[in-house]
């Protein structure tokens, strides 16, 4: 679960250095870019917060393993299709949508993460769990401004989604199909 939650963390923010720098490609004039590089990333934390309770819900119905290997599919997708945008709008909407399925990825990791955890080790959980995400979210504009580097500024978007749909095969190779709910391992 700590790797998922790594790679989750890395890809969110992987972008971070990006999009400031991709925008003024997609607006005619530089008026109102800061603006509106400031709504796309407002609007895509404010889907994810929305969805990720309805998510997070649908998770504790279903099952979490599904709802993390659904949303990463999806969010997969969605990244990487923003590297083909041609105008602000449609990095606007796509970030919104983004947002929608990537709702699902943290409560369903937070989830599975309270699952396994042995009563009484809840503190040193969380806490490395918090740790590891941290790191994550250091490395990220790093290595999304060297992808852009090396390959382009929307290599980056498809590199993301590549973490993503590799972060997906994992979550479902690693993750065990059904957990008993009375016994954490």
Known sequence: VYSL??????????????????????MQGTALVNTFT??????????????????GRLGDRIGQRRVLIASLVVASGLFAAQSGVQAAWQLLLAQAILGVAM?????????????FTPPGHEGAVYGLDNSIGSGARSLAPMIGSAVMLW????????????????????????????VDHRQRT
């Open 151 to 178: 390959w382009g500024l929307r290599s980056t978007f498809v590199v993301s989604g590549a973490l993503l749909a590799l972060t997906a095969i994992f979550a479902a190779l690693a993750l065990p199909g059904r």
């Open 103 to 115: 709702g699902g990825i943290t409560p369903s990791i937070s989830a599975l993460l309270a699952r």
């Open 5 to 26: 939650s790594f790679l989750n963390n890395l890809c969110r923010n992987m972008l971070l250095p990006i999009v400031p720098l991709f925008i003024p490609m997609l």
């Open 38 to 55: 400031g709504l796309v990333t407002g609007m895509s934390s404010a889907t994810t917060t929305l969805s990720s309770v309805f998510l």
